[in-house]
C-alpha cells in the first residue's frame, strides 16, 4: 500500500531507497496478557531467544577477530554471564508463567530491577555494568520482537538504504556517517537540532519530526524522500517513481553546476568581498571543505572528539586532530570551539540529571567546573597553533566574569607549555560566541576583551524566544526573523563592525540562501556553514549588489509584522 508522511524539512535533496529501521528495542516494549494456555508456548519463545542469543555470543568468541583488543574475551564472558544470569533467565520466566504476560516485558521488568540495584553500588566499575545489562538484554528482545538492529549493506548498488529511528542523537550519526544513508528520517527532532544540522552537513536529505514512521514504515518498504519540502512516500507506484527519478536527476545536476563555482572569489556584484567558512565536526570532514571551495574553517565542534567513547581524548590525541585540521588547511584560519558538551551532547558515562539541560551546565560552563579537562584542551590547542593559522573559540559566554576566568585559563596554559620548551604561537587570537542575549546586550565588555565574535544564531534564537529547538511541538515557533532577533543581529553586527572587530555567524542562518542577502544587508562579511550548503550561499553572494539591499534591509528591521517581514524578505531575495 503507497502512503505518504509528512514531517519537518531539514536537508534538502530527493532520496530513492529502501528501509532500513534502527532499533531502540528496549524503549519500545508493550505489555500484553495472554490466554493461560499460551502461556507455555510463551515460556518456549523466551527460551529460544535466550539459546539463540547465546550461541550468537559463543559464535563471536570462537571466531575472535585477530587484533581484537585483549578485553573482547572478557567482555564476551561477561555478557554470557549476564545471560545466564538467574535474575535475567529464570526470573523472567517464573514473571511470564505467574502474570501471563508477554516474554519481552518479563524481560524488560527483570532487566529495570537489575539495573536500579547496579546503580545503587557505591563503586563505581560496578555502576557502570548496567551497561552490560541492557547491551545483553536488547540482544534478545531483537531476537523476540525480529527487529533489526545492524546496518546492512545497500539492497542493490543503484538504490541506497534510508535509514528510519524514532530519534538519532548528534554521536550516533557522526558514528553511522561511513554508512552513507540515502536520507535519514526520524519520529522526533526540530530544524535546528544538532541530529539536523550534522545531517545537512552530510548532505543528505533529512526529515524529522514524522512522528510515526518507525511505526508505519517497514523494513526494506521502498521509499522516496523530498528533503526539501519533508515529504515522505512509502510504496510509491510507478508513474510517482518516475517523476521523483527525473526531479532528483535535476536536483543532481544542479549541484554539479554549482561545483563550477567552486574556485570563484566570493565577491558580490559591486566587489566587496565576502568569507566563505565551513563548518566541522572531525578532521576526515576536511575533503568535503575542500571539494566545495571554503576559505577557511570557521567552526571546528571540537566536542565530537568526545562522544561515543569510554575513554576521553588525552592531550595527543587532541592535539594530533588539531594540528591535523591547522596543517590540513595551508595557512587559512582554523577557528577551533573548546568543547560544546552538556545538553544533547553528554559525555559517555558522566550524563548529568538536568531539569532544563539547555540552560543548565554546558560548554563553558562544564570547561570551569572541569579544569583539568579544560587544561587539557587548551593546551592541545595552542600546541597545534603552532602548525597553522588556529584561532580558539569560546562558546556560551554571559558575561565579563566568564570571560576573565576563561582568559586567565590560556594564561595558565601558555606558561606550562613555556616551562616546557613546547612552542606555541603567542599572538593566538581569542574569540567568543555572542549565543546568549546578555552576551549581546554587554557587547562592550566582549568588544574590548576578545579579538573576534561568532553569532550562534541557534542558541541566539533558542534563548532569545524562549524555544526548545528540539522539541517539535514547539519547534513551529522558532523563528528567525522575529523582531526581537533580528534586532540583537542588526545591533552586534553594527557594533562589532563599527568596533572594527571581525564578526561572522556560524550558526544555521548562515547556510541559509533565504537569509544571506539580509546577513549582508546587515553588514555581515564572514559566514560559517556546513560545506554542503557553502557554494549555494556563493551563487547568492555572486548576484548581490550590497547598495540595492540596504533600503529593504532596513525596512525588515523597522517591521514587527512577520507576515510585513516575510513580504519585504522575499522583495530582497528577488532583488
Not at 25 to 49: G, S, W
Not at 64 to 88: N, S, T
Request: proline fraction near 4%.
Amino acid at each position: 500500500m503507497s502512503f505518504t508522511l509528512h514531517g519537518i524539512p531539514v536537508s534538502s535533496g530527493i532520496a530513492i531507497g529502501y528501509a532500513h529501521l534502527l532499533s531502540h528495542t528496549v524503549l519500545e516494549v508493550v505489555h500484553y496478557v495472554m490466554p493461560k494456555q499460551l502461556v507455555h508456548e510463551e515460556v518456549a519463545r523466551f527460551d529460544a531467544a535466550m539459546e539463540s542469543t547465546r550461541q550468537e555470543l559463543a559464535g563471536l568468541r570462537g571466531n575472535r577477530p585477530l587484533h581484537a583488543a585483549a578485553e573482547f574475551d572478557a567482555f564476551l564472558d561477561l555478557h554470557l554471564m549476564i545471560l545466564a544470569d538467574e535474575h535475567i533467565n529464570l526470573a523472567s520466566r517464573e514473571m511470564i508463567e505467574r502474570e501471563q504476560c508477554n516474554a519481552e516485558w518479563a524481560l524488560k521488568m527483570q532487566m529495570d530491577a537489575l539495573v536500579a540495584e547496579f546503580e545503587a553500588f557505591d563503586d563505581s566499575y560496578l555502576r557502570e555494568r548496567k551497561t552490560d545489562v541492557v547491551q545483553v538484554v536488547e540482544r534478545v528482545l531483537k531476537k523476540l520482537t525480529g527487529q533489526p538492529g545492524s546496518v546492512p549493506p545497500a539492497a542493490r548498488p543503484d538504490v541506497r538504504m534510508i535509514l528510519i529511528a524514532h530519534d538519532v542523537s548528534p554521536a550516533d550519526l557522526i558514528q553511522l556517517k561511513p554508512h552513507q544513508f540515502a536520507a535519514i528520517l526520524t519520529d522526533l527532532g526540530g530544524a535546528t537540532s544538532h541530529t539536523a544540522i550534522i545531517a545537512r552537513g552530510l548532505s543528505t536529505p533529512c526529515v524529522v519530526g514524522l512522528h510515526r514512521a518507525r511505526q508505519l514504515i517497514r523494513e526494506n518498504d521502498l521509499l522516496i524522500v523530498d528533503g526539501g519540502q519533508g515529504v515522505v512516500i512509502v510504496n510509491p507506484d510507478e508513474q510517482v517513481l518516475v517523476e521523483y527519478k527525473l526531479l532528483q536527476s535535476q536536483w543532481e545536476e544542479n549541484r554539479k553546476k554549482l561545483k563550477c563555482l567552486k574556485s570563484t572569489p566570493a565577491n558580490t556584484l559591486d566587489g566587496t568581498a565576502i568569507e566563505l567558512h565551513a563548518n566541522i565536526e572531525l578532521p576526515n570532514d576536511l575533503a568535503e571543505v575542500y571539494e566545495n571551495g571554503a576559505t577557511g574553517i570557521g567552526l571546528f565542534r571540537s566536542e565530537f572528539l568526545f562522544l561515543n567513547r569510554d575513554i576521553l581524548p588525552d592531550e595527543e590525541e587532541q592535539f594530533v586532530a588539531y594540528r591535523a585540521v591547522a596543517e590540513g588547511m595551508k595557512g587559512l584560519p582554523v577557528t577551533i570551539r573548546t568543547f560544546d558538551l552538556g545538553a544533547d551532547k553528554q559525555l559517555e558515562g558522566v550524563q548529568r540529571v538536568a531539569s532544563n539541560p539547555a540552560l543548565g551546565l554546558r560548554a563553558i560552563r562544564l570547561c570551569l567546573v572541569e579544569p583539568q579537562l579544560f587544561r587539557t584542551q587548551l593546551r592541545a590547542l595552542l600546541r597545534a597553533s603552532h602548525y597553522g593559522n588556529v584561532k580558539i573559540l569560546i562558546p556560551m559566554l554571559s558575561g565579563v566574569s566568564e570571560i576573565n576566568q576563561t582568559l586567565q585559563f590560556i594564561v595558565n596554559a601558555k606558561q606550562s607549555l613555556d616551562d616546557e620548551g613546547i612552542p606555541y604561537n603567542r599572538e593566538i587570537q581569542i574569540g567568543g560566541m555572542i549565543e546568549i542575549p546578555a552576551a549581546a546586550l554587554v557587547l562592550d565588555v566582549f568588544i574590548k576583551k576578545l579579538d573576534f565574535l561568532s553569532i550562534g544564531t541557534n542558541d541566539l534564537i533558542q534563548y532569545t524566544l524562549a524555544i526548545d529547538r528540539t522539541d517539535e511541538e514547539v519547534a513551529h515557533l522558532y523563528d528567525p526573523l522575529h523582531p526581537a532577533v533580528l534586532y540583537l543581529l542588526a545591533h552586534v553586527i553594527g557594533n562589532a563592525n563599527k568596533a572594527g572587530i571581525p564578526i561572522s555567524v556560524c550558526g544555521e542562518m548562515a547556510g541559509n540562501v533565504e537569509y544571506a542577502r539580509l546577513l549582508l544587508g546587515l553588514g555581515l562579511r564572514q559566514f560559517s556553514m556546513n560545506s554542503a550548503q557553502l557554494l549555494c550561499v556563493k551563487q547568492c553572494v555572486l548576484t548581490t549588489s550590497l547598495p540595492d539591499i540596504v533600503t529593504l534591509t532596513q525596512r525588515i528591521l523597522r517591521a514587527n509584522d512577520p507576515l510585513k517581514i516575510r513580504e519585504l524578505l522575499e522583495k530582497l531575495n528577488a532583488a
